[in-house]
């Protein structure tokens, strides 16, 4: 009977189109994890940048690599995490590196510890920002997990669906909402997890993303109970549209 090979604990899938040289730094802040060898996904959106031709040149250090055009974003996350055989998934983006060389299997050892579906710790943003799972979780108010800090259960995408693709910005939202809704713990580990760049289509400030969160916030809460937060998003739209307009000038 020929051998069978045990399935990963962990699998990182990388989304990315054009990344340009920060591929290489997330890449290589997953390559010198230690003590831990987690199964690669790379799903590039076939890049004229010549980032094609090096994933190429690296294919035997990833356990998958598709570079091919693809409906978006969250299409191509759902092409991973359909490849994925890892127990738990983290995904990454181009502009987004682990930090320190022993995070992931830090992250396991917690992780191991845990029955909830969701394990999250904390990212830093290059502009200062934090972002970690807050203790009073209130899921109406915005996107209260950080993708790039988020272990999901593999399982979590067979019993609640994929990422929603008529979402071009906040699929990710509308995902960690429909797994709250359907009583699925989050849990908070103590670990900063990667190290994130900023003006992503989800951090540019185009109305799009603002309302797309609208969008999913009243497919799954009363009119009531999105009112007042509806209006804080609008807000925080016409705020930051302000603080762009300043920083041109």
Not at 52 to 62: D, G, H, V
Not at 136 to 165: H, I, K, M, W
Request: proline residues 4%; hydrophobic residues 40%; contains cysteine.
């Amino acid at each position: 009977m020929p051998a069978t090979t045990a399935a990963p604990a962990l699998s990182v899938i990388l989304v990315c189109k054009n990344p340009g040289s920060r591929l290489h730094a997330a890449l290589a802040s997953v390559w010198e994890q230690h003590q831990v060898h987690p199964e690669i996904i790379v799903i590039d959106g076939a890049s004229t940048d010549g980032s094609r031709e090096w994933l190429t040149s690296q294919r035997a250090r990833l356990a998958t690599l598709i570079s091919e055009p693809d409906a978006g974003h969250y299409h191509a996350m759902n092409r991973g995490v359909a490849l994925a055989t890892g127990e738990w998934l983290l995904f990454l983006g181009a502009d987004d590196r682990l930090v320190g060389d022993r995070v992931l299997s830090e992250s396991l050892i917690w992780m191991n510890k845990t029955e909830a579906g969701i394990a999250v710790g904390e990212i830093a943003y290059h502009d200062g920002r934090i972002s970690r799972l807050r203790s009073d979780v209130n899921p109406c108010a915005r996107n209260f997990v950080p993708s790039q800090g988020t272990f999901y259960r593999r399982s979590l995408f067979a019993e609640n669906d994929a990422f929603d693709t008529s979402l071009a910005v906040m699929a990710t939202y509308e995902f960690n909402v429909r797994l709250w809704k359907n009583r699925v713990r989050f849990k908070p580990i103590p670990l900063r997890i990667a190290a994130c760049g900023t003006g992503g289509v989800s951090d540019s400030g185009s109305w799009r993303s603002y309302r797309e969160e609208i969008t999913v916030r009243h497919r799954y809460f009363s009119f009531g109970r999105c009112l007042v937060w509806d209006a804080f998003t609008v807000v925080r739209y016409v705020r930051k549209k302000i603080a762009r307009s300043f920083s041109r000038h």
